[in-house]
Antibody
């Protein structure tokens, strides 16, 4: 069964750090873009970060730029999110998700089409509090 | 960044009803629009991608339409298990954004 399993959440003080992991199984991890999405208590879903298939490109929501780092290890079929300088507003359930995409090429232009996040983990909870 | 809005923020409908949720993008996004169902304590579930393509295994009671800036999700013949929050999400930009969600309650 295609699966994503997150781990690494916990209670951390403001200003602290945490590393989230996401273990992928039963699909060719190295061929997919991946994403982290979070949901703060009582709030909606918020996209956090994306990473391309080989880790060479990464993108972040403005509120976490410079504090969070998305990375991956394709030899370990694992995705990571390093959280630093944490704030109370980072308290949330963090989900990893697989991005469905395809690659298009027309003369002079190569680009990806992104079709949504089709596989999700169950989430790991991060609580930032003193 | 592309902003997404949804309406209504919540609705209450009866079993068997037809429900429509709208989503609007702050700029044209072609059909790069996806819909998710999210129940408390569960992982979000992709229902529709590319504005109108049903994800495999999803009930045909769910349908999507639209292009450009305006999109709709329709649930026909509402079932009790459809009680959830529904989110639209744009994937036109690699800086993904979600709508604020629409909570669907069963009367």
């Amino acid at each position: 069964e295609v699966q994503l399993v997150e781990s690494g959440g916990g209670l951390v003080q403001p200003g602290g750090s945490l590393r989230l992991s996401c273990a992928a199984s039963e699909f060719i991890f190295s061929t997919f873009w991946m994403s982290w999405v979070r949901q703060a208590p009582g709030k909606g879903l918020e996209w956090v970060a994306n990473i391309n298939h080989d880790g060479g490109e990464s993108y972040y929501v403005e509120s976490v730029k410079g504090r969070f780092t998305i990375s991956r290890d394709n030899t370990m079929n694992s995705l990571y999110l390093q959280l630093s300088n944490l704030r109370a507003e980072d308290t949330a359930v963090y989900y990893c998700a697989r991005i469905s995409s395809d690659y298009s090429s027309i003369p002079g232009l190569n680009y990806y089409n992104y079709y949504g996040m089709d596989v999700w983990g169950q989430g790991t909870t991060v609580t930032v509090s003193s | 960044d592309i902003q997404m809005t949804q309406s209504p923020s919540s609705l209450s409908a009866s079993v068997g009803d037809r429900v429509t949720i709208t989503c609007r993008a702050s700029q044209r996004i072609s059909t790069y629009l996806n819909w998710y169902q999210h129940k408390p304590g569960k992982a979000p579930k992709l229902l529709i991608f590319d504005a109108s393509t049903l994800q495999g295994g999803v009930s045909s009671r769910f349908s999507g339409s639209g292009s450009g800036t305006d999109f709709t999700l329709t649930i026909s013949n509402l079932h009790p298990e459809d009680c959830a929050t529904y989110y639209c999400q744009q994937s036109y930009s690699i800086l993904f954004t979600f709508g604020p969600g629409t909570k669907v309650n069963i009367k």
